[in-house]
């Protein structure tokens, strides 16, 4: 997919202005003709906007996400380490990362970014939005936004609101940052690393779930004296996404627009929000995920006018939105 950027001003629900923001965003190869189909996915919270490069079993020639026969888009979210204006990008003021100055942005700033993109591009009409995870909250949020804009739109492992349980684990993974004496200091991009390595681990707890350590991580070694695989991997997942080059700040922006989600703020609620939505709409809840519980994804369903419910089964926890592709893929293609 190819890499581009847009440069806009935008006022932050949270008070100020961003301007510049530049708006980092992939799309398929040829430029869209006006004709084929648009497919338009939201990233999750560490991914990029390049959808072959996190979900390469669902997006690329001849995937469920076919980037020849359709064009897709995919939009580098506010906040971002990524490319999008966030706490990595130069503060136009001093001439360096803005990293703590950053300002706060919400869920709803990321749409509006995302609505720029679509206005630039001069697409009227999306075929189909995919969400998952806080994607899936920038997708609800768009199609509550702009429900004439939608035919189709799959949400995935996603919810209208942030929970008290997902607010709780963020909060422990900035508490996580803020205990790097670095991070205060914050000097440059390379602040916080220790506390970033330890806010993905707890992240991981959560995408993940009982069955799913069990079935990797277990300690093959009947006689083991101190079990350390599943240590070890949480260590490996930590340093990993500071290699990605990922840095603490972006993480901890990113976390706030988390808590930021609520469909249904200044809208009458989230049911009556809800009711907005125009699209075909298909949600999609994992047995296992601790995040977003069948038990909660199963009523919010009903609230989305004519809405399809499906709970797929998964040993992995809310990371099965990116490895259960197979029943994915059929969901997709329906």
Known sequence: MLRKELTVTLELEAGGVLSPARVVYHTSQEAWDGKRPVIWVCHALTANSDPEDWWPEMVGPGKAIDTEKNFVACVNMLGSAYGSEGPARENPATGKPWLLDFPKVTVRDMVAATVAVRNSLGISRIDLLIGSSIGGFQAIEWAVTEPDVFKRCVFIATAPRVSPYLSATVEAQRMALEADPSFREAKDLSGGAAGLKCARAQALISYRCFDGYGLTQFEADPDTLFAGRAASYERYQGEKLVRRQFDAYSYYILCHALDSHNVGRGRGGVEQALS???????????????????????????????????????????????????????????
């Open 276 to 334: 907005r939505i125009k699209a075909r709409t298909t949600v999609v809840s994992i047995d296992t995920d601790a995040l977003f519980p069948p038990q909660e994804s199963s009523v919010w369903a009903r609230w989305i006018p004519g809405a399809d419910y499906i709970e797929i089964s998964s040993r992995f926890g809310h990371d099965g939105f990116l490895l259960e592709t197979a029943r994915l893929t059929a969901i997709i293609m329906k």
